[in-house]
Protein backbone atom coordinates (compact mmCIF):
# COMPACT_ATOMS: atom_id res chain seq x y z
CA UNK A 1 0.00 0.00 0.00
CA UNK A 2 1.02 3.52 -0.69
CA UNK A 3 1.33 6.45 1.48
CA UNK A 4 -0.45 7.87 -1.54
CA UNK A 5 -3.17 6.05 -1.85
CA UNK A 6 -3.60 6.13 2.07
CA UNK A 7 -3.83 10.14 1.37
CA UNK A 8 -6.19 9.98 -1.80
CA UNK A 9 -8.49 8.58 0.90
CA UNK A 10 -8.52 11.73 3.06
CA UNK A 11 -8.67 14.31 0.88
CA UNK A 12 -12.46 15.38 -0.11
CA UNK A 13 -13.58 14.53 -3.46
CA UNK A 14 -13.80 17.24 -6.14
CA UNK A 15 -16.04 17.91 -8.39
CA UNK A 16 -15.39 18.54 -12.35
CA UNK A 17 -13.78 22.08 -12.48
CA UNK A 18 -14.78 24.52 -15.70
CA UNK A 19 -11.77 23.72 -18.24
CA UNK A 20 -11.65 27.70 -19.35
CA UNK A 21 -11.53 30.47 -16.45
CA UNK A 22 -13.38 33.75 -17.14
CA UNK A 23 -13.05 36.90 -15.23
CA UNK A 24 -17.34 35.70 -14.68
CA UNK A 25 -16.60 31.98 -13.03
CA UNK A 26 -13.31 33.64 -10.62
CA UNK A 27 -13.14 35.78 -7.87
CA UNK A 28 -10.85 38.50 -7.00
CA UNK A 29 -8.48 38.40 -3.91
CA UNK A 30 -10.58 40.69 -2.10
CA UNK A 31 -13.51 39.22 -2.86
CA UNK A 32 -12.23 36.09 -0.87
CA UNK A 33 -10.83 37.77 1.67
CA UNK A 34 -14.64 39.41 2.21
CA UNK A 35 -16.36 36.41 1.67
CA UNK A 36 -14.82 33.74 3.98
CA UNK A 37 -12.48 36.31 6.25
CA UNK A 38 -9.25 34.66 5.62
CA UNK A 39 -5.47 36.24 4.73
CA UNK A 40 -3.97 36.75 1.80
CA UNK A 41 -1.31 34.85 3.00
CA UNK A 42 -4.12 31.88 3.46
CA UNK A 43 -5.23 32.31 -0.18
CA UNK A 44 -1.54 32.22 -1.05
CA UNK A 45 -1.09 28.91 0.64
CA UNK A 46 -4.36 27.17 -0.48
CA UNK A 47 -3.89 28.02 -3.70
CA UNK A 48 -0.27 26.86 -3.94
CA UNK A 49 -1.27 23.68 -1.87
CA UNK A 50 -4.58 22.06 -3.64
CA UNK A 51 -3.25 23.97 -6.87
CA UNK A 52 -6.17 26.20 -7.51
CA UNK A 53 -6.77 27.71 -10.95
CA UNK A 54 -5.46 30.98 -11.35
CA UNK A 55 -6.41 33.86 -14.22
CA UNK A 56 -4.23 36.81 -14.47
CA UNK A 57 -5.75 39.41 -16.03
CA UNK A 58 -4.46 43.21 -15.97
CA UNK A 59 -2.10 42.54 -13.14
CA UNK A 60 -4.68 41.23 -10.94
CA UNK A 61 -5.28 37.41 -10.03
CA UNK A 62 -8.46 35.77 -9.85
CA UNK A 63 -9.17 32.38 -8.81
CA UNK A 64 -11.50 29.81 -10.02
CA UNK A 65 -14.91 30.30 -8.16
CA UNK A 66 -15.81 26.76 -8.22
CA UNK A 67 -12.65 25.49 -6.70
CA UNK A 68 -12.45 28.30 -3.73
CA UNK A 69 -15.65 27.62 -3.01
CA UNK A 70 -14.90 23.50 -2.90
CA UNK A 71 -12.09 24.50 -0.48
CA UNK A 72 -13.79 26.69 1.89
CA UNK A 73 -17.34 25.09 2.33
CA UNK A 74 -16.86 20.95 1.60
Known amino acids: IRR ?3 EQLFEPTKKETPKELTLENCYSMNEIIESYNVTRNTIYNYGS ?3 I ?3 RH ?3 TYYSKFEI ?3 FNP
Open 49 to 51: KHN
Open 69 to 71: DNL
Open 53 to 55: QRL
Open 58 to 60: KGV
Open 4 to 6: KDI
